[in-house]
């Protein structure tokens, strides 16, 4: 004796697609575009919350759009020419000697506040 299954579902304009999984299909296939989008605005605004406030280097002053992403650096170096060094000095200027220049880096103008960021590393020169 067959096992019983259930007769296949013919797709009309009234029945339910849910069961078949093709509805999901669909919907994944046609609003792909916006679900990428939508993925793409969620991912910035999660990043942008981590490393403005939850970043370990989030206490660090500098400007904060240097503090989110890395385009401010690729604008003094690519679009001007190489001044990102030069825009160093004058935030320094204006935030002090320690400041924050890209997500990830620190940018410390005189050797004397190596020490200063990071007060539990030993710092140590040669062997």
């Not at 069961?19 to 991912?43: D, E, F, K, Q, R």
């Not at 170096?77 to 990102?84: A, C, F």
């Not at 320094?92 to 410390?108: A, D, F, K, M, T």
Request: proline share 12%.
């Amino acid at each position: 004796m067959e096992p019983l299954t259930p007769p296949p579902q013919k797709l009309s304009e009234g029945a339910p697609l849910a069961s078949s999984g093709l509805l999901v299909a669909l919907l994944a296939t046609s609003n792909l575009p916006l679900l990428v989008l939508i993925s793409a605005v969620i991912y910035t605004i999660t990043l942008a919350i981590y490393r403005l406030y939850l970043h370990p280097l989030r206490s660090f002053p500098g400007p904060r759009l240097a503090a989110f992403t890395f385009w401010y650096e690729f604008y003094y170096d690519v679009i001007l020419g190489g001044q990102y060094t030069f825009q160093i000095r004058q935030l320094q200027e204006q935030y002090g000697p320690i400041i924050r220049i890209n997500p990830h880096e620190l940018h410390v103008y005189t050797p004397d506040f190596y020490p200063n960021p990071f007060p539990q590393i030993v710092w140590q020169c040669g062997d």
